[in-house]
């Protein structure tokens, strides 16, 4: 079975400075999806930011930005330019790209989540 | 408004007590979801739906029973409510499990307490 592994439950960082979250996968599958959320004080559940597995090229959203290493099984998220309303608990996600019948391999598994502190 | 609904947004309710929580989306999404989010856990996944009278079980469906007899609805229900289903409830749902559509929307959340 898959899992998703956040090492990081807590970091902070200045605003306008960088900040790098951690995020590792175990699979056995060759293609997959990888996903960021975020979740603010609101609660809502928001997408940041999404890589496919078979794509070399690293996933970027504005300052937003991915880390793939696939070898490695790794999935960081950059955060450059912090804002203020960065503020919130960053999960990190995988969905398989297999399907195999009635969806069963579409259910998307969560990482336990960074909660990120934006200093000002 | 379009989209994906949950209610209630808050629950109290007692130990032995049956909730339902109700998940609406107006889509027309195939795929929903149930999550729960809890400290230390991030979010495990309840139960899907695949489509309307196809659900199955995710990580921790023990406690929970799911129907689906409408495309648009998901409702979770607690039957008999535990301390330990004190949590916050996601109910999401996706277009497809074929490339971008297999983005999930996530509702806003129930938060339900059990006493």
């Known amino acids: 079975a898959q899992t998703v592994t956040q090492s990081q439950p807590e970091m902070s960082v200045q605003e306008a400075e960088t900040v790098t979250l951690s995020c590792t996968y175990d699979t056995s599958e060759s293609d997959y999806y990888l996903f960021w959320y975020k979740q603010p004080p609101s609660r809502q559940m928001i997408l940041v930011i999404r890589?496919?597995?078979?794509?070399?090229q690293n996933a970027t959203e504005n300052r937003f930005s991915v880390n793939f290493q696939k070898a490695a099984k790794s999935f960081s998220l950059k955060i450059s330019d912090s804002q203020l309303g960065d503020a919130a608990m960053y999960f990190c996600a995988y969905r398989s790209s297999t399907p195999l019948g009635g969806g069963a391999t579409n259910k998307l598994i969560f990482g336990t989540g960074t909660l990120l502190a934006v200093q000002p | 408004d379009a989209g994906i609904t949950q209610s209630p947004r808050y629950k109290i309710t007692e130990t032995g007590r049956q909730v339902t929580l109700m998940c609406h989306q107006t889509?027309?999404?195939?795929?929903m979801f149930w999550y729960r989010q809890d400290l230390g856990h991030g979010l495990r996944l309840i139960y899907y739906?695949?489509?309307?009278?196809?659900?199955d079980k995710g990580e921790v469906p023990d406690g929970y029973v799911v129907s689906r007899s409408k495309t648009e609805n998901f409702p979770l229900t607690l039957e008999s409510a535990t301390r330990s289903q004190t949590s916050v409830y996601f109910c999401?749902?996706?277009?497809?499990?074929?490339?971008?559509?297999?983005?999930?929307?996530f509702g806003e959340g129930s938060r339900l307490t059990v006493l």
């Open positions: 999401a749902s996706s277009e497809s499990i074929l490339g971008r559509k297999r983005e999930l929307f």
């Open positions: 739906s695949a489509a309307a009278d196809i659900t």
């Open positions: 890589q496919e597995a078979y794509k070399q």
């Open positions: 889509w027309s999404h195939s795929y």
